[in-house]
C-alpha cells in the first residue's frame, strides 16, 4: 500500500473516542460568561423543542474556545444545555471533519488535495510545509504552532492551489516561495494577507476584469410604508367623504 494512500486513510481523526489524560469524561471544561450569553443569542432562533439544530454551532464555540479543537467533555457539556443525549452531540463532531476532536497546533494549515489544486501544484506546496514544519501530513511541528491536513475541495477552485487555516482564513494562488512566506509570518505571530497570493484581485483572470467595469445603478425599490400610509390615508378620506354624503341625504 502507498504512503500516500495510507496518509489519506488515516489523515482525519479516528470515529471512535480514545480515552486519554487530557481529554476523557472527568476533565474540566465550562463555557466562558461570554460564551454563555452567544449560547443564549443562539438558542433564540430555535423553537425550544428544536434545540438539537443548534449542536453544530454549539460545538463551534466550543472549538474557538479550547484552541481549535473540542474535548469530550464540551460534548457532554453541549448535551446538557441542549438536553439531548451525549450521543446526539457525538453523532455530529464525529461526522463533520471540521470538528478538530484532538488538539492541532495554534495553526491548522488544511491543504486542499483534489483535482484542480493537485493539478496546480498542491503537491509541491505540501512538501513545502513538510519541510519547513518538520511534519507530515497528520502531525503537528515540535513548537506546537503547525498541523498539517490534506483536505476535500474547499471551493476555490479557480485560485488553485490553496489552503484553509483553523477552518477560517482562505489563502490562495499558492506557490512554494509564498507558502515559505506565510509560515515565516506566522511564526512571527504575524497575520498575512487572506485571498490571492500573486496581486490579482478575488479571483479575476489575468487579463483583469472584462465585465461590470462600472457600478451598475442601485436599483429603486418602493417605500412600503409610505404606500401602506398613502393607501390607508385614501381610505380614510373615501370613508369621511361617504359618511358626508349619506348626512346629506
Not at 31 to 42: H, S
Not at 58 to 72: G, R, S, T
Not at 107 to 126: D, F, N, R, S, W
Not at 146 to 154: A, G, I, N, R
Request: charged residues 30%; proline residues 5%; contains cysteine.
Amino acid at each position: 500500500i502507498s504512503r500516500r494512500f495510507l496518509s489519506r486513510l488515516f489523515s482525519g481523526a479516528l470515529p471512535s473516542h480514545r480515552e486519554t489524560a487530557y481529554n476523557n469524561a472527568n476533565t474540566p471544561f465550562d463555557f466562558t460568561d461570554e460564551n454563555y450569553k452567544e449560547i443564549e443569542r443562539v438558542l433564540k432562533k430555535y423553537p425550544p423543542q428544536y434545540k438539537r439544530s443548534a449542536i453544530i454551532n454549539l460545538l463551534y464555540i466550543a472549538q474557538k474556545q479550547c484552541d481549535n479543537w473540542v474535548p469530550l467533555a464540551a460534548m457532554n457539556k453541549i448535551a446538557k444545555i441542549l438536553e439531548l443525549s451525549e450521543m446526539d452531540v457525538y453523532e455530529v463532531a464525529t461526522f463533520y471533519t471540521m470538528f478538530n476532536r484532538e488538539p492541532v497546533g495554534k495553526y491548522h494549515i488544511q491543504l486542499c488535495g483534489t483535482t484542480p489544486c493537485m493539478v496546480c501544484g498542491a503537491q509541491e506546496i505540501k512538501k513545502v510545509i513538510e519541510q519547513e514544519c518538520g511534519i507530515l501530513e497528520g502531525q503537528t511541528s515540535k513548537d506546537g504552532l503547525f498541523t498539517l491536513s490534506e483536505v476535500e475541495c474547499l471551493g476555490a477552485c479557480v485560485n488553485a492551489p490553496m489552503l484553509q487555516v483553523n477552518g477560517e482564513q482562505i489563502y490562495e494562488d499558492l506557490t512554494p516561495e509564498s507558502m515559505r512566506q506565510l509560515i515565516q509570518a506566522w511564526r512571527k505571530q504575524e497575520t498575512p494577507q487572506e485571498g490571492p497570493q500573486v496581486g490579482r484581485n478575488l479571483s479575476e483572470g489575468v487579463q483583469g476584469r472584462t465585465t461590470l467595469k462600472t457600478m451598475p445603478e442601485t436599483p429603486k425599490f418602493r417605500d412600503f410604508v409610505k404606500l401602506k400610509q398613502e393607501v390607508e390615508e385614501k381610505k380614510k378620506a373615501e370613508e369621511e367623504k361617504k359618511k358626508a354624503e349619506q348626512s346629506k341625504a
